[in-house]
């Protein structure tokens, strides 16, 4: 009898393994809150436990799974209502550290956003990666309001979104989307246009929501 052919065809076995628990919490076939058991995952896909180890560090990196204690992994609980708050406030506060930057920034440190956004274009590593990159844009238009009290909250908030932000990338021409909005951003900042601003912002933020939410289950 000829062995149990693997589920998942792969040049690397971590990535495809990483790729595939990802695409079934996307899905819904691990729901919110479920356990993720390591022994069913390696019979299931015909690997060994060491890819099905690491693709499950990646995803606790990225908050798609939480480690609870004497329990395991477990799959995040994507809320809607989780998901529509914190992005609420991140267009609030964004918006107001980037009017203050439109005010009181100079050219270079203008161009020191741009050559992130620049970056972002030509980048073709991971998308944790460019999801570090993102931070990076975000934050650098935040510092440059001088708002340290509203950075330093929006910090959290930012860790809040990885696990949305993780989930967003995964969706087909959402890096474009992200490049052309930042795009829009830098050219208000520039053009200090507090409202044009503003709105590249919420655009940007409210297409996460947007995106996520017709692609995701979510309680």
């Avoid at 005010?103 to 970056?119: V, Y």
């Avoid at 073709?124 to 009290?149: A, P, V, Y």
Wanted: glycine share 6%; net charge negative; charged share 25%.
């Amino acid at each position: 009898m000829s062995e149990q052919q693997p589920l998942i065809q792969y040049t690397t076995v971590s990535d495809s393994v990483y790729l595939w628990i990802k695409n079934a919490i996307i899905q819904g076939e691990f729901k919110p809150g479920e356990h993720i058991a390591q022994e069913r995952l390696t019979k299931k896909l015909g690997v060994s436990r060491t890819p099905v180890r690491d693709a499950i560090k990646r995803l606790e990196t990225e908050g798609l799974l939480i480690t609870k204690p004497h329990c395991g992994a477990v799959v995040f609980q994507m809320s809607r209502e989780h998901l529509t708050e914190i992005y609420e406030i991140r267009i609030l506060m964004e918006q107001y550290c980037a009017a203050r930057t439109c005010m009181k920034a100079t050219d270079e440190d203008i161009k020191s956003i741009e050559a992130i956004s620049l970056q972002m274009l030509n980048y073709s590593g991971t998308s944790k990666e460019f999801m570090q990159l993102d931070r990076q844009f975000h934050r650098s238009i935040c510092t440059l309001s001088g708002c340290e009290n509203t950075v330093e909250i929006l910090e959290g908030l930012w860790n809040k979104c990885d696990s949305f932000k993780s989930i967003y990338y995964s969706l087909d021409g959402r890096v474009g989307d992200t490049l052309a909005e930042h795009t829009r951003i830098v050219q208000g900042i520039k053009s200090r246009d507090i409202e044009v601003t503003k709105k590249a912002i919420s655009d940007h933020l409210k297409d996460v929501v947007m995106s996520i939410g017709e692609h995701v289950n979510l309680l």
